[in-house]
């Protein structure tokens, strides 16, 4: 059963500019894009891949930023002077006291 509603002049008139709007934004939607029998499927295909190789560019290049800053964070205390302190001993001389094997 279908409903009928009794709208006064100023709902109707809402109601209308409303359902414009709509017709408008689907008639834009519908003429930005091209029908499938148009366009090249080759240069479409050219064009996502052009597409996908930029965002992975973009994703390379934000990686080795930040691989780039973590390796000068790391050179800058690597090469800070170390301050020793105490008593330094040599532990080589440990080693000196054994003789190779003769035999082998």
């Known amino acids: 059963m279908v409903r009928v509603?009794?709208?006064?002049?100023?709902?109707?008139e809402d109601k209308l500019k409303l359902l414009r709007q709509i017709g408008?934004?689907?008639?834009?939607?519908?003429?930005?894009q091209k029908a499938?029998?148009?366009?090249?499927p080759k240069q479409v295909l050219y064009d996502a891949r052009?597409?996908?190789r930029?965002?992975?560019?973009?994703?390379?290049?934000?990686?080795?930023?930040?691989?780039?800053?973590?390796?000068q964070q790391f050179q800058?205390?690597?090469?800070?002077?170390?301050?020793?302190?105490g008593v330094s001993e040599d532990f080589t001389a440990f080693?000196?006291?054994?003789?190779?094997?003769q035999s082998r």
């Open 50 to 52: 052009e597409k996908r």
């Open 54 to 71: 930029k965002v992975v560019q973009k994703i390379r290049d934000d990686y080795e930023q930040m691989v780039k800053k973590k390796f």
């Open 76 to 85: 800058r205390i690597r090469n800070k002077p170390v301050v020793y302190q």
């Open 5 to 12: 509603e009794k709208l006064d002049k100023e709902q109707s």
């Open 24 to 32: 408008e934004q689907v008639l834009q939607e519908a003429t930005k």
């Open 95 to 101: 080693n000196q006291s054994f003789l190779a094997i």
């Open 36 to 40: 499938a029998s148009i366009s090249n």
